[in-house]
């Protein structure tokens, strides 16, 4: 499997932008973003094949933006107009599937890095 190393996490007040990045150690297909909040399970954020179609859950779906460099095995989620609700560890995940109703990933994790958004 892949390794997934995340980087680009921060505190950032409301309305702020961040881009996280995601390096993996080989050639990936479906990669997608996940993040957990205290106290919550993890949830979907977003996902994108290596030919560049794009998923988003509704809850940010006009803010974040996905994309990737598959030269670099690496990729981005650019996050605009962060909300407090956006504060959670955010993990990068590898080989991702559509199962009719929600994205699982079956593939590597990353570490997971901490964004948080204060009011």
């Known amino acids: 499997q892949v390794q997934l190393v995340e980087s680009g996490g921060g505190l950032v007040q409301a309305g702020d932008s961040l881009r996280l990045s995601c390096a993996a150690s080989?050639?990936?297909?479906?990669m997608g973003w996940f993040r957990q909040a205290p106290g919550k399970e993890r949830e979907f954020v977003a996902a994108i094949r290596s030919g560049g179609n794009t998923y988003y859950a509704d809850s940010v779906k006009g803010r974040f933006t996905i994309s990737r460099d598959n030269a670099k095995n690496t990729v981005y989620l650019q996050m605009n107009s962060l909300k407090p609700e956006d504060t959670a560890v955010y993990y990068c995940?590898?080989?991702?599937?559509?199962?009719?109703?929600?994205?699982?990933?079956?593939?590597?994790w990353g570490q997971g890095t901490q964004v948080t958004v204060s009011s």
């Open positions: 995940a590898s080989d991702l599937k559509w199962d009719g109703t929600s994205w699982h990933a079956f593939g590597s």
């Open positions: 080989g050639r990936t297909f479906i």
